[in-house]
């Protein structure tokens, strides 16, 4: 995460991801790749220059913020929520087939997972 606007492309993108992973598209993925909280930043006095106009910088703790109403206080604590969401989740995965990619397509063989071991 930046204090000084968005990380880059593709942070930006995986951040956007996860927050559409978290809350969905619209309480999500939209208010981090919009400019939705620009009045707020603009009061808390976080501001950029662009095309001559001073807009509000939404940065990415704006957003993290507001999605989660403060639930946590960096993008590292979201983060491992969210790892710890999905470990536990873990005993719940079906088993899953597959032809092997990697052996020989004359002799295709079926893989089975059951686990994440």
Same mark, same amino acid.
């Given at each position: 995460?930046?204090?000084?606007? *968005? /990380?880059?492309?593709? =942070?930006?993108?995986? @951040?956007? +991801?996860?927050?559409?992973? #978290? ?5 999500? =993925?939209? /208010? ?10 603009? #009061?808390?006095?976080? $501001?950029? *220059?662009?095309?001559?106009?001073? @807009?509000?910088? $939404? *940065?990415?703790?704006? $957003?993290?913020?507001? $999605? +989660? ?12 929520? =969210? ?5 536990? %989740?873990?005993? %719940? ?12 397509? #004359?002799?295709?063989?079926?893989? *089975? @997972?059951?686990? @994440?071991?």
């Amino acid at each position: 995460s930046s204090k000084i606007g *968005t /990380p880059g492309d593709l =942070m930006g993108r995986r @951040i956007a +991801f996860e927050l559409l992973a #978290a809350k969905g598209y619209k309480d999500g =993925m939209v /208010p981090y790749i919009s400019n939705q909280y620009e009045k707020e930043a603009k #009061a808390q006095g976080k $501001v950029i *220059t662009s095309y001559g106009k001073q @807009i509000g910088l $939404v *940065t990415d703790e704006i $957003v993290l913020s507001k $999605v +989660f109403n403060n639930q946590y206080n960096s993008w590292i604590d979201f983060k491992k929520d =969210m790892y710890k969401e999905r470990e536990d %989740k873990f005993g %719940k995965l079906n088993k899953v087939s597959f032809i092997d990619p990697n052996g020989s397509w #004359a002799r295709q063989q079926k893989v *089975t @997972i059951d686990n @994440i071991n």
